[in-house]
């Protein structure tokens, strides 16, 4: 077992992309989140439910089947949702405490992150924030998931855990 945990929830796919990299660079524990009902497979039906996701806005998740008190440090990665952290994660976040804990947050998205930082350190106020990651990713269809951010960019602020 590792002193790392990646904590990532991922609607397309784009967050556990970066998830996997992260916990292979790491040699890291992974936890992915779920919600206790899933989002729509219709895209255009998640953006009418969550439009305005606030940060007060949240959903039900799973309950996780790791031990949280064992690892030192963490790596958080959340799709960008409106500008904000996902609902999944805000969720995590304020249920599970992760107070003194060494992190790197982390936000995918396709051209801004808005808040997500911002979020991170409302919900994050007793832990070490070691480093912000903003991942993009093309929005452009016939390049879609293609990430646009640079690895050594990814490598040089996953490296901040060490």
């Not at 304020?94 to 790197?104: A, N, P, T, V």
Request: proline share 3%; aromatic share 12%; with cysteine.
């Amino acid at each position: 077992m590792s002193d790392i945990l990646v904590i990532y929830y991922s609607y397309t796919g784009n967050s556990r992309k970066i998830a996997k990299y992260a916990q292979e660079k790491l040699n890291a524990d992974i936890l992915e989140l779920h919600p206790k009902t899933p989002f729509s497979s219709d895209y255009e039906k998640v953006i009418e439910e969550w439009q305005n996701n606030s940060i007060k806005r949240d959903v039900e998740i799973e309950n996780i089947d790791k031990d949280l008190t064992k690892y030192k440090k963490i790596v958080l990665i959340t799709s960008t949702w409106w500008y904000g952290i996902n609902p999944v994660m805000k969720r995590f976040l304020r249920e599970y405490d992760l107070s003194r804990k060494d992190i790197i947050v982390t936000a995918t998205n396709a051209g801004w992150i808005g808040h997500c930082f911002k979020d991170y350190k409302e919900l994050l106020p007793n832990s070490n924030i070691k480093g912000e990651l903003d991942i993009v990713f093309s929005f452009d269809r016939e390049e879609n998931n293609k990430i646009l951010t640079p690895w050594q960019k990814i490598d040089n602020c996953l490296e901040k855990l060490n």
